[in-house]
């Protein structure tokens, strides 16, 4: 598996589906600079089913593959132990990022950001546009490792994120046209939001490229799987509440646990 | 393996765990002000161990079980069914309970003076119904678990313990404001907990009779689904009422840690 993975023609394929899945924020500002759309409550059910997709195969495939991979060269016992502390490793990783980059302008703290209340975004700085770029960093190495997976588990991957990125291409492009009364701004900041994954996914790849290995893509997918799981918690769920009713929220995460299942027993 | 120690003990595991509701009923009669950060804290705890559990250790051990029954294919369609078949009934029990009853969709613990007595009264009882019909799952979940694997049922009991704490007050609180006597109270919140050793012991004489590696490897999936539905449609949802979001998430991390730990120390 890791030698196909990394072929040069699986790299690329894996960094398309994370520019691709990273892109999706354009669909959001355009939702919100361009269309009438009023009843945001879809946004529960995609956010829901993001959620739902995210914490199955985080839990149940990646880190099974993760500690299949670990076994191998570490034994049972230390094996599991560090597909474990890979996984919160992750869940730090993402937690630490949220922490760095002030609520104000994060993306990920979705409740911070209303239209209309801030009108300190109008001096974007330098400063905000790295934030913006930065805090997808996780969220695209996480895609592009998932894309390691066979094509039946990265997809539906692939399909969470970017339906993740709609609502977040939302925030980020409301309170900037609001600032600015620029579509075209708001837009551009969006997709250069979108653009922070492809960016995280190839840094990754340029950091681990020589240390190529079965145990490496262990760690990664333990490390993803954390990620995954983090993100759904603290910015999914809590969103798709805001956005609507509690129970579209639950109806988008156990169709998303749905469909991923039905994908791994099809394919399996 | 089904010796009758197994059996008493899995049941003292599935009373304990149920009885805590007892534990929420003295807390909210000695306690001056419920300190919701804890309980925050505490639900979040208890979604992240049941989270934890179903995904990392039962699923794919429902899964083996029922592959080696059925092949792969036909396994793993009976381990899916399986686990949706639970998120669909505790989602029907949740549904057939009225909302402002249900104890799974709280935010209306904290009850205001002016409300009537009798109304109160009412309110109280019927969580203790709905905290009893939903409990009955529950201890089939803990009883079933502990009787096929002892050590892995530890941290499930103390999950439902803990999120039985809260359920335990939302039953206790109406009724002592309603009566003004701590005895109605903390017996109506003991007898919500009752449910869970009853559940267990339906499950018991129910399904007793036909157990199998199968059986286990369906309950193991139907359980998995069963705790995951509660810890996403209800503790989350109530922990993030009741205090910040950080607080919450920090719990759920906690429990899934406190799991991890624990999985791989008894491995």
Known sequence: ?268 | MMSEGNVLYAFALTAVAGLSTGIGGVISLFAKKTNTRFLTAALGLSAGVMVYISFVEMMPAAADLLNAAYGSRMGGLYAILAFFGGMLLIGVIDGLVPHEDNPHEAGNWQVGERDSGERLKRAGILTALAVGIHNFPEGIATFVSALRDPTAAIAIVAAIAIHNIPEGIAVATPIYHATGSKKKALLWSFLSGMAEPLGALMGWLILMPFMSDALYGILFAAISGIMIFISFDELLPNAQQYGEHHVAIGGVITGMAIMAVSLVMFL
């Not at chain 1, 946004?43 to 993001?50: A, E, I, P």
């Not at chain 1, 009713?245 to 749905?258: Q, R, S, T, W």
């Open chain 1, 1 to 268: 598996m890791t030698g196909y993975f990394f072929s040069i023609e699986r790299v690329g394929f894996a960094l398309l589906l994370t520019l691709l899945a990273g892109l999706a924020t354009g669909i959001g500002a355009l939702i919100a600079l361009y269309s009438r759309v009023k009843d945001m409550r879809f946004l529960s059910v995609s956010m829901g089913f993001s959620a739902g997709v995210m914490i199955f195969v985080s839990m149940f495939e990646l880190f099974g593959s993760a500690q299949r991979l670990l076994v191998v060269p570490f034994g049972s016992k230390t094996g599991v132990f560090v597909a474990v502390a890979a996984f919160f490793g992750g869940i730090f990783l993402s937690a630490l990022v949220d922490k760095l980059i002030p609520g104000r302008i994060n993306p990920h703290e979705l409740a911070a950001i209303q239209p209309g209340e801030n009108a300190k975004t109008k001096r974007l700085g330098m400063v905000t546009v790295a934030a913006i770029v930065l805090h997808n960093f996780p969220e695209g190495m996480a895609t592009f490792v998932s894309c390691a997976q066979p094509l039946h588990v990265a997809l539906p991957v692939v399909a969470a994120v970017a339906l993740h990125n709609i609502p977040e291409g939302i925030a980020i492009s409301m309170p900037i046209f609001e600032a600015s009364k620029n579509r075209r701004t708001a837009l551009g900041y969006a997709l250069l939001s979108g653009l922070g994954e492809p960016l995280g996914a190839l840094l990754l790849y340029f950091v681990i490229r020589p240390y190529i290995s079965g145990t490496v893509l262990g760690v990664l997918f333990a490390v993803v799987g954390g990620i995954m799981v983090y993100i759904s918690l603290d910015e999914l769920l809590p969103g798709a509440e805001v956005y609507g009713e509690h129970h579209l929220a639950i109806y988008g995460l156990v169709g998303g646990m749905a469909v991923i299942a039905l994908s791994l027993w099809a394919f399996q």
